[in-house]
């Protein structure tokens, strides 16, 4: 298991990104269309960290772990069989790759296949 993609979504993004770069020296770059116009920073070990706002005024703050995935449509499967609520099916997000969300015992997860 990899983790692939950090997402934090703070209404206070700014705040958010000057805490990652001091604390653990990340360098964010530009906003991402294709990720709700977060702001980027590859970690060490290859993975992604994205600081953004809310897309909504509905939308709560959180940190949400996406995790890698060979077959994402497998694992949406596995996900609801345990219980799980999805709350986003398999989307194709521009050249990203294609993520799901899943909602189990009120945790969100992220699912990734690049």
Known sequence: MRVHYL????GEADAQIAGFEGVHGLSFGPPVA???QARVA???DGSLVGVRAPMAPQEAP????YLEVQDIA???RAAEAAGA???YPPTTQG???TWAIYILDG???GLWQK
């Open 85 to 87: 609520v999805i709350a």
């Open 107 to 109: 945790v969100q997860f």
């Open 7 to 10: 997402e934090v979504v703070s």
């Open 95 to 97: 050249d990203t790759g």
């Open 62 to 65: 959180t940190m949400r772990t």
């Open 34 to 36: 294709d990720l709700g």
């Open 74 to 76: 497998a694992a949406v």
């Open 42 to 44: 590859e970690a060490p």
